[in-house]
């Protein structure tokens, strides 16, 4: 009989447990924490309760902290089955002797059963605790228990959990916790509100000091330790949770919403000094200007640096707006990847001379910087200097809509200007807009031998499949870039320290937007690339800042916070071959035109992919260079296209399989090439 009433019993409690389960739902609201490569909190988020709270477990925290806790607060917490007679005993005669309530029973698993379920201090309520405690030992170890309690205990305002109270008290993780530190965490949660150390110093020493004397009681510690840590000072305010990379931390948020710990490519002592040069050079600045910076580490494509705005909460600079995602005109930026482009299609040499005089391309007149022209020159001189046109030339032989395909199939996209459906000469002088996220993978692909990927922000990707790359460049002329640019001129009265340390060469490219906009420096190294952005956020003009004088200074002082590189090997410039000794202006251009007809993409034997995002073929650009135009476009013998003044033409295949594009000049001159189209 008896047996049949503890089955029955125990069949009753079973059946309870599975209809009641504990609410474990304040477990799940948590913060979110943004952390760098090494696992650094960079930003942190309050959870849904508007609370600091940040998951914990035992293994993670200093053991002086457990053995502490358990001596002050539940000494037999691994022997009990949630409820210990022998301390409700010890409380019941306590508290008869008195007459009042001078001690309680609690355990550690009671204590977060009013964590997990909070309910009045009323003697039903301690019998809820005790039913639930019991139920939680039945299903979970005691050290999922004491985690538990770990990342729900209050420590006064928002502020919960272990983790959450180190970092704010200390600035430090639990694992770091001395025996003072770690005796005043203890001793908080009795009474989180009337000992906050930052509003009332002595109260919450006083109980620090109980802690470590129940600790001597107890064994835990010895007298002289416990001594040593009363001489410790309790900290008088709370330190701010870290705000660092803010932007890329919001985003990051966003795009996995759930996740309490969002690890990230970033170094975070770099990200540090990165915002702190950017705060350090707002002064220099318009009252309404604002920067953003990006440091890549070339053969990984991972953001080491990440910063949208140099104030994230300085409204007057816009600093809540991500300027490393803004489109924005890059000015001159882009030329080097017209004239890697023309290296690619052989259409120009470093060492061909070009003419930088005054040119209309059809109703286009570009103008230097300067307002001024040079003459002849080689392609190297042009390009170290930025002249206009000779880029708009080069480009004009490209092919506007060919360059906008590279950079497409780079992953880079071009906004063009209200109403214009197609890329044009103006391109190559910031006719087009960007963002400084897209323009530093190009950079970025100029240092991986002309493979452009997207850049790495989070640590996901690291274990899984190799990221597809595309051929920006071939290796040749994304080299022949480097090279000229690393002769670039460094702004006037900068000196790089890395320099001064024989450092690496770094390849410069500037630009500047129309108006004075937007300021840009780029620069690379066989290491790292970073990009620049300066200007106002709304788009007003900065006069007398461009990219020389305003970003390029603060790109050098980047540069100085990396690592040394070792320089380099020498390399030997070749001569340009006859073919390529000059190149001229088209006849749309106002001079005569003399090379012959070439097509230039695609070219004999290419494979090329045409497959869009959604399976469905995507237009190629068919680009030729020479003849006398009109140009006539045929695909297997039918005209697809005639361009009357462009060199460039958009195919689109019909699908996959070998085809013959050939190309018509006005004389009948032609040029073809039979291609794969996969």
């Not at 109260?203 to 600790?215: C, Q, S, T, Y």
Request: glycine share 8%.
């Amino acid at each position: 009989m008896k047996g049949g009433v503890c089955a029955l019993l125990i069949l009753i409690a079973f059946a309870l447990d599975r209809l009641f389960p504990p609410d474990l739902s304040r477990l799940d609201d948590l913060s979110v924490t943004v952390t760098d490569s090494k696992d650094t909190p960079l930003r942190a988020f309050t959870n849904a309760a508007g609370a600091w709270r940040f998951p914990a477990t035992p293994d993670a925290v200093a053991p002086r902290f457990t053995d502490l806790l358990i001596a002050y607060e539940d000494r037999r917490f691994h022997a009990h089955p949630g409820i210990d007679p022998l301390a409700v005993l010890r409380a019941a005669g306590q508290n008869l002797a008195a007459g009042r309530v001078v001690s309680g029973a609690s355990t550690l698993t009671m204590q977060v059963v009013r964590l997990l379920e909070p309910r009045p201090r009323t003697l039903g309520s301690k019998l809820i605790e005790a039913a639930r405690a019991v139920q939680l030992e039945t299903r979970f170890s005691k050290s999922a228990i004491l985690g538990m309690y770990l990342t729900l205990a209050p420590y006064g305002g928002n502020v919960e959990g272990i983790r959450a109270a180190a970092r704010t008290l200390f600035g430090k993780e639990p694992a770091e916790l001395s025996t003072a530190e770690a005796a005043l965490l203890v001793a908080l949660p009795q009474s989180p509100t009337r000992l906050r150390p930052d509003r009332a110093a002595e109260r919450a020493r006083a109980a620090r000091d109980k802690v470590l004397d129940r600790a001597v009681e107890q064994g835990v510690l010895t007298p002289r330790a416990a001594q040593e840590a009363k001489a410790d000072l309790v900290p008088d305010r709370r330190i701010p949770m870290p705000v660092l990379a803010a932007h890329l931390a919001d985003r990051l948020k966003a795009r996995h919403p759930g996740r309490p710990v969002l690890p990230t490519t970033l170094d975070g002592r770099l990200q540090e000094a990165v915002e702190g040069l950017a705060r350090r050079t707002l002064p220099d600045l318009h009252e309404r200007a604002g920067l953003a910076v990006l440091v890549v580490e070339n053969r990984s494509r991972s953001v080491l640096a990440y910063l949208g705005a140099p104030d994230y909460f300085d409204e007057r600079r816009e600093g809540g707006v991500d300027m490393v995602r803004a489109v924005r005109s890059p000015g001159s930026a882009l030329k080097p990847f017209i004239y890697g482009l023309g290296f690619d299609d052989g259409l120009i040499h470093p060492l061909t001379q070009i003419a930088d005089v005054s040119t209309r391309f059809g109703d286009y007149a570009p103008r230097n910087f300067d307002r001024d022209f040079t003459g002849e020159l080689t392609v190297r001189d042009a390009l170290q200097r930025s002249l206009n046109v000779p880029a708009v030339l080069v480009l004009d032989k490209v092919g506007p809509m060919r360059f906008a395909d590279a950079l497409r199939r780079a992953g880079t996209r071009l906004v063009l200007p209200a109403g214009a459906a197609m890329p044009g000469l103006p391109v190559a002088l910031g006719g087009a807009s960007t963002s400084l996220w897209d323009m530093a993978t190009l950079y970025t692909a100029l240092a991986r031998d002309g493979q452009a990927a997207p850049l790495r922000v989070t640590r996901e990707a690291e274990d899984g499949p190799p990221t597809p790359t595309a051929a920006l460049l071939s290796p040749a002329s994304a080299r022949q870039v480097l090279d000229i640019l690393e002769g670039a001129p460094p702004p006037p009265g900068a000196v790089q320290a890395a320099e001064v340390r024989r450092a690496a060469p770094l390849a410069l490219k500037t630009g500047t937007s129309y108006g004075f906009r937007d300021a840009w420096a780029f620069g690379v190294t066989g290491r790292f690339t970073v990009g620049v952005w300066v200007g106002r956020p709304d788009g007003t003009p900065s006069p007398g800042r461009f990219g020389r004088n305003t970003a390029a200074p603060l790109l050098l002082r980047v540069f100085d916070l990396l690592p040394e590189e070792p320089a380099p090997g020498p390399r030997v410039a070749q001569a340009a071959p006859d073919l390529l000794r000059r190149v001229a202006a088209s006849a749309a251009a106002g001079a005569p035109e003399t090379d012959r007809l070439r097509l230039v993409f695609p070219t004999e034997s290419m494979v090329v992919e045409a497959g869009a995002a959604n399976g469905a073929p995507s237009p190629l650009t068919l680009s030729a260079s020479g003849g006398q135009r009109p140009l006539s476009w045929l695909v297997d013998g039918r005209r697809v296209a005639v361009s009357s003044i462009r060199r460039d033409a958009a195919w689109q295949p019909e699908g996959p399989g070998f085809v013959r594009v050939t190309v018509v000049d006005a004389d009948g001159r032609s040029d073809s090439a039979v291609i794969e189209v996969r």
